[in-house]
């Protein structure tokens, strides 16, 4: 019943698309001759092409299609991942941790832990970084194939290998210039292809007041609608949860862990041509990242509204949302438009795990520990090789990521596990000179840890599930709910194993410091005076401070 | 300071001042989609006007891409790449 009616004028926009992102990848071929050209674009694209890509990188169709699948589960509610759980840390990365991380010319977040902390840490925290960028390339690229299967149907190993011949393509010949140029064109395509969605959407269910009504008479009712009713702790009805595992849980903890120090995100700021670009890349990205939830979860929402048993064992799976909404909506042309985005956000989804892993390996693992000091051209033959393994690898991986019914939860539960508990890492690293090498290490550790047992004991406590009754069969779980406490607990597990190991072992000298600590001068970096101020519009602070603004009055506006 | 290894004399230099302009690809592609769905628009079925809820999607689509093809072309003109200046500023960027 997916299946959609794709004819050769759709094809040829798709053919249009695909010839260009290999153009990009063979154009971009001609600016690399360092191993910094290929695996940072020799840090000099322009803040609005890194801000779009931050973005991009970010907005892969597994984070489409499980939105507007969020959306028709839980309502707007969803916005939760967007709003609080987005933008505050986004702004955050901008204007206070930028300047350590592109000031201090680190090549990539491990390598800010390694000077930072120590080999143990660096090493901790590349492996599990690299580990999970195979991975999560490994899920997009499984979920590709399963949607061209179900849309177009070609065999599951076929789409797999095409895609993957694609991404291929572009970033071994292009580097992280073609991934980031890509991400650019493709965040572009993929708006064009779901606002009129959106429009067509929203007109035949009667516009927005129509699809209060008509959601209204759903099983999710009119508190899809309310995005903070129901967070009272002890006895939640919101489908997130009470209000902890929302503000600090999810806001806080999972939010700044993710924007903050994922490195497949932080990549794209290192690439920009100077520190005020990079400052400036998250906080271009945070705008379209305040109004994307428009083009995810009033989709899942009109799903819901039109397509009768959606979410139920009779019915299409919410994953399906919105593929289930392009055939019934869009005629031929504008649904070529529409696939071409979704298929080049999967393939982004990839390509910006795939070219953060090849960076975090070959400068990480590779430069650092197995072969030092060979002339550049080496590494960048490495990171050439690396980006084919690393493909290979996500390839091979692409099949672990079935028998999950919802594919964003496997991603969170990923990302609970090893990057929750980095942000307090990061955190008193940056801010507080007396934490020691030996304690990064021992904080990962720890939160780590504590992340998993959080996950695994939360299935056998009655209060996250509904109406806080315990469930013997798990089914009823509220798996988001236990994900945010799991993350608050593996970031004050973290937090204070940092802090006793801290009091107990010896810190780095403050001469050693320079640049990576709060108030503690880099000798290297030039006399404030000299730097000339960027002109009012460029200003981190008032581009942060907007967005802030503006979430904050659509988060009251939609309470 | 902890330096990284130091990668020898032969350190080629950056190329990267050779990257093309994204504004031309950006412009280019929603121009010929621009184009192409424009045209459909004006042959629309009367089936799929029913199907999209009697909006002519194709041709809107199609007019709001030539006006984006239109902004990035028009920016790319006006205010082009500048590759003169590896930009030795403030943080010391450069190759």
Not at chain 1, 529 to 536: D, F, G, T
Request: hydrophobic share 55%; no cysteine; aromatic share 12%.
């Amino acid at each position: 019943m997916l299946r959609l009616h794709v004819n050769p004028f759709d094809y040829t926009i798709l053919g249009i698309y695909f010839a260009l992102v290999v153009t990009i990848g063979v154009m971009a071929r001609r600016a690399i001759a360092t191993s910094e050209d290929f695996l940072l674009s020799g840090r000099s694209l322009p803040a609005w092409v890194t801000g779009l890509a931050f973005i991009s990188a970010n907005l892969g169709a597994i984070e489409i299609l499980g939105m507007a699948a969020n959306g028709a589960q839980y309502g707007l509610p969803t916005v939760h991942f967007y709003w609080i759980g987005a933008v505050p840390a986004m702004v955050f990365l901008g204007i206070v941790m930028m300047p350590f991380y592109y000031g201090s010319r680190v090549r990539s977040v491990p390598e800010f832990l390694l000077r930072r902390f120590n080999p143990a840490t660096h090493l901790f925290n590349a492996l599990t970084f690299a580990l999970a960028a195979v991975l999560i390339a490994g899920v997009n690229l499984y979920a590709l194939a399963l949607v061209i299967n179900a849309l177009i149907g070609w065999p599951i190993w076929l789409s797999i290998a095409i895609s993957a011949l694609f991404v291929l393509a572009y970033i071994t010949l292009g580097g992280l210039s073609g991934a980031i140029y890509n991400e650019v064109l493709q965040f572009f395509v993929i708006i064009a292809g779901l606002v009129p969605l959106v429009i067509i959407g929203l007109h035949s269910v009667g516009g927005w007041s129509g699809l209060q009504t008509k959601i209204g008479h759903t099983k999710l009712g009119a508190s899809a609608f309310s995005t903070w009713g129901g967070v009272g702790i002890g006895h939640w009805t919101n489908p997130l949860g009470d209000w902890i595992g929302i503000v600090f849980g999810l806001g806080f903890v999972l939010s700044f862990g993710y924007w903050t120090t994922n490195f497949a995100e932080v990549q794209r700021a290192l690439s920009a041509k100077d520190l005020n670009a990079a400052q400036r890349t998250p906080l271009i990205g945070a705008y379209p990242k305040i109004f994307i939830p428009a083009l995810t979860i009033i989709p899942g929402l009109i799903a819901l509204a039109i397509i009768p048993k959606l979410g139920t064992p009779k019915g299409a799976s919410y994953n399906d949302a919105i593929p289930l909404l392009l055939g019934r909506f869009l005629p031929n042309g504008a649904l070529g438009v529409a696939l071409a985005g979704l298929l080049a956000a999967f393939m982004a989804g990839m390509a910006a795990n795939v070219s953060s892993f090849n960076t975090v390996f070959t400068y990480d693992i590779w430069q650092t520990y197995i072969r030092r000091g060979r002339p550049d051209r080496y590494y960048l033959n490495v990171g050439r090789v690396v980006t084919v393994v690393g493909i290979l690898i996500g390839v091979g991986t692409a099949f672990i990521a079935s028998g999950y019914s919802n594919i964003m939860n496997y991603i969170q539960l990923l990302f609970s596990f090893f990057n929750a508990p980095l942000f307090a890492t990061f955190i008193l690293a940056m801010f507080w000179k007396r934490t020691t090498p030996w304690s990064g290490i021992a904080g990962l550790a720890a939160g780590t840890i504590g992340a998993a047992v959080m996950h695994f004991a939360g299935y056998h406590i009655a209060y996250f599930y509904p109406h806080q009754v315990y469930d013997p069969t798990h089914a009823t779980i509220n798996a988001q709910m236990v994900n945010f406490y799991g993350a608050s607990v593996a970031f004050l597990a973290d937090l204070v194993v940092t802090v006793l190991v801290s009091l107990v072992t010896k810190p780095k000298p403050v001469s050693e410091l320079g640049g990576l600590v709060w108030g503690v001068h880099d000798p290297n970096a030039p006399d404030p005076a000299s730097v000339p101020k960027p002109v009012w519009w460029k200003s981190p602070k008032l581009l942060g401070g907007v967005a802030l603004g503006i979430v904050l009055v659509l988060s009251i506006i939609f309470a | 300071m902890s330096e990284m290894p130091d990668t020898g004399a032969e350190t080629p230099q950056s190329a990267a001042a050779k990257l093309f302009d994204l504004r031309v690809l950006i412009g280019g592609l929603f121009l010929v989609y621009g184009v192409m769905l424009t045209v459909a628009g004006f042959f629309t079925s009367s089936k799929d006007l029913a199907k999209a809820s009697h909006i002519n999607i194709n041709l809107w689509m199609g007019l709001g891409m030539l006006v984006i093809a239109a902004f990035f072309l028009t920016w790319w003109r006006l205010s082009p790449l500048r590759r003169d200046q590896p930009s030795a500023d403030a943080t010391g960027t450069g190759p």
